[in-house]
């Protein structure tokens, strides 16, 4: 490829394959429009790269990406501050945040248990959620991760070493998906969603 | 050929359990599955990382499944999954779930691509499912250990010393990485990459490597035997894979993690006292040389 492109070009198309989900036909692809795009979007682009990294912090309390420490979730006085609700991602945060149905603030752990890939507790902010719990005293830690072997393994991690803490300890709720099927759900989801039914 | 025969062949159907999983692009996961006829294979399922994904909840790792396969250009694709055993306390139990990490990735670790061993994808079933039943992992995983060695083709020799062929007398013994084996007293005690082999140590070997498991299910081991055996088994399997596997020190930092918090298992601290090694015999006849 080197010898055929331009270095610049064939520069980006390996930056952009790195990208998840991106292969070398999508990077060349999305390289080729970005030179031929009339608009400026390969400059706003690059602006908005550089920016990615100088301008953005972690939240020092939850850990969440933010433009400054604190965040405004953790800055909104008017979210109940006794209520901890842990995800993996940042992404999680922008799902619970869209259903406008939490008033809560957050603790972003940045990814799951996974003794298989390396991923052991002191990746993950779990020393730093156990510092807030013992410091704040919250009054209830909700559990929010994947209902995935990773998810459901790092709930139990944390609740292990919060079980002695007093704090009030919840899991999300776990059962079938909306648009689901019951023929096609596997017995596990199928079993915790009879065990979470409730009353109508 | 007709377009449905054409259609049949383009399909196969497998039994399979789920080693591990990684995500792919957006939506999609490459599986790494083990098979009874077909070995190891890798496969990609599209779409289940979408809530509504018919497939997802079945194709976790440690899950028993019946998958339906359509081959594919570079890489072959799930179309159907339908689980067989879930292992649910596997994924709901953070300790036998750690355990669980263990067996599969030596079962990965073990396995080369497309190459059948179906007594080696029996054991790590029965392992799974003995760990999802609640047995004393330790037993269940030290069993595994030496027998998927011996389906392998690395099973140490264990009753006769491999320099002079004498059969090992009940007094230290040492055992040798390298050479795949024990070596008796006078031919393995100067050597510096020997590992001693204590009476009570050997005995529990021996007994797991030829003993059924209903047998082996039995044991009580003392915590200092039990830890001995693990780290010299440990460090054989890291000797001959000729590398470090990532499950093990993740289920050291959770021991030390529940030993803290005293919710570890009764296995770890309840057989403390007794001494249940001590009937194993190490001459035992009935054990092949
Ligand atoms: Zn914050
Ligand atoms: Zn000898």
Redesign the pocket.
């Known amino acids: 490829m080197s010898q055929t492109l331009a270095r610049p070009v064939s520069n980006l198309i390996e930056l952009l394959s790195r990208l998840p989900g991106i292969g070398p036909k999508t990077a060349s692809r999305l390289t080729f429009y970005l030179l031929r795009e009339p608009n400026g979007l390969a400059e706003a682009l690059s602006t908005a790269l550089a920016a990615l990294s100088v301008g953005t912090v972690l939240c020092q309390r939850c850990f969440n990406i933010a433009e400054q420490s604190p965040c405004p979730i953790c800055a909104d006085l008017s979210r109940d501050q006794t209520l901890i609700c842990v995800v993996e991602e940042p992404m999680d945060v922008l799902a619970i945040e869209r259903t406008g149905a939490y008033r809560g603030i957050y603790h972003i752990l940045h990814g799951a248990l996974s003794p298989i890939d390396g991923v052991y507790p002191e990746k993950l902010r779990i020393a730093e959620l156990m510092e807030r719990v013992r410091v704040g005293e919250p009054r209830e830690v909700i559990l929010a991760t994947n209902p995935s072997l990773e998810g459901e393994n790092t709930a139990a991690y944390i609740y292990q070493q919060l079980q002695t803490s007093g704090v009030s300890i919840t899991r999300l709720a776990r059962g079938l998906p909306v648009g689901g099927d019951l023929e096609y759900t596997d017995e596990v989801t199928l079993s915790r969603a009879l065990e979470g039914r409730r009353s109508m | 050929m007709d377009p449905e025969s054409e259609r049949r062949q383009r399909l196969y159907r497998v039994s399979a359990i789920v080693l591990k999983r990684r995500e792919q692009g957006e939506a999609d996961r490459l599986l790494t599955v083990m098979t009874r006829d077909r070995g190891k294979l890798t496969l990609l399922a599209k779409g289940v990382r979408k809530p509504a994904s018919r497939k997802a909840g079945h194709i976790e790792p440690f899950t028993y499944v019946e998958l339906l396969v359509a081959k594919g250009k570079s890489l072959d694709l799930v179309t159907q999954a339908e689980t067989l055993e879930a292992h649910r306390a596997l994924r709901e139990d953070l300790w036998r779930s750690s355990w669980a990490y263990y067996v599969v990735e030596l079962a990965d670790a073990f396995t080369q691509d497309e190459d059948p061993n179906a007594l080696f994808f029996d054991l790590v079933l029965e392992t799974l499912g003995r760990l999802n039943a609640g047995v004393d992992p330790a037993l269940a995983v030290r069993y595994y250990e030496l027998h998927l060695l011996s389906l392998v083709g690395y099973q140490p020799q264990l009753f006769r010393?491999?320099?002079?062929?004498?059969p090992l007398q009940p007094e230290v013994n040492f055992l040798s990485l390298e050479r795949g084996g024990a070596?008796?007293?006078?031919?393995?005690s100067h050597h510096p990459e020997t590992i001693a082999l204590p009476v009570p140590v050997l005995k529990v070997l021996r007994f797991m490597q030829t003993r059924p498991w209903e047998q082996v299910a039995q044991l009580q081991l003392s915590p200092a035997v039990s830890r001995q055996v693990e780290s010299i088994l440990a460090r054989y399997i890291v000797y001959h894979l000729e590398r470090t596997l990532r499950s093990p020190a993740f289920l050291e930092k959770l021991r030390a993690m529940l030993a803290r918090t005293k919710m570890v298992n009764a296995e770890e601290t309840a057989n403390g006292e007794s001494n249940g090694e001590a009937a194993l015999s190490i001459n035992d006849e009935n054990a092949p040389g």
Do not use: E, N, R, T
């Open positions: 010393c491999v320099q002079c062929d004498a070596l008796c007293p006078s031919h393995g």
